[in-house]
């Protein structure tokens, strides 16, 4: 059974840190481009971040570049999203991606998980 599972969200002030997480089962990491992406209360689904390939290459959304950070565990089969700093606007449901490329050819995805960014 192939399958995508976040884990970590939450609801924390602005400033504050939380730690996506997302359990691949029944495939490797290392052949998928495995992605971030956030929807926010009437708004389109936009991407956040995405690691791809055995390199590992990377890349961010302009709005969380510097704040954000991706990373892959192959051998607990997990893919992380650290996010420091959260603003009001990173409030949103984050959902991880399995695909072809980052933004197309999406073959799985994940329930999400709510983040929330509040005073």
């Known amino acids: 059974q192939l399958s995508l599972v976040e884990s970590g969200g939450g609801v924390v002030q602005p400033g504050g840190s939380l730690r996506l997480s997302c359990l691949a089962s029944g495939f490797t990491l290392n052949y998928y481009a495995i992605g971030w992406f956030r929807q926010a209360p009437g708004k389109e689904r936009e991407s956040v971040s995405c690691i791809r390939g055995r390199a590992g290459t990377i890349q961010y959304a302009d709005s969380v570049r510097g704040r954000f950070s991706i990373s892959r565990d192959n051998d607990k089969h997990t893919v992380y999203l650290q996010m420091n700093n959260l603003k009001p606007e990173d409030t949103g449901i984050y959902t991880c991606?399995?695909?072809?490329?980052?933004?197309?050819?999406?073959?799985?995805w994940g329930q999400g998980a709510q983040v929330t960014v509040s005073s």
């Open positions: 991606s399995a695909g072809v490329y980052c933004d197309r050819q999406i073959d799985y």
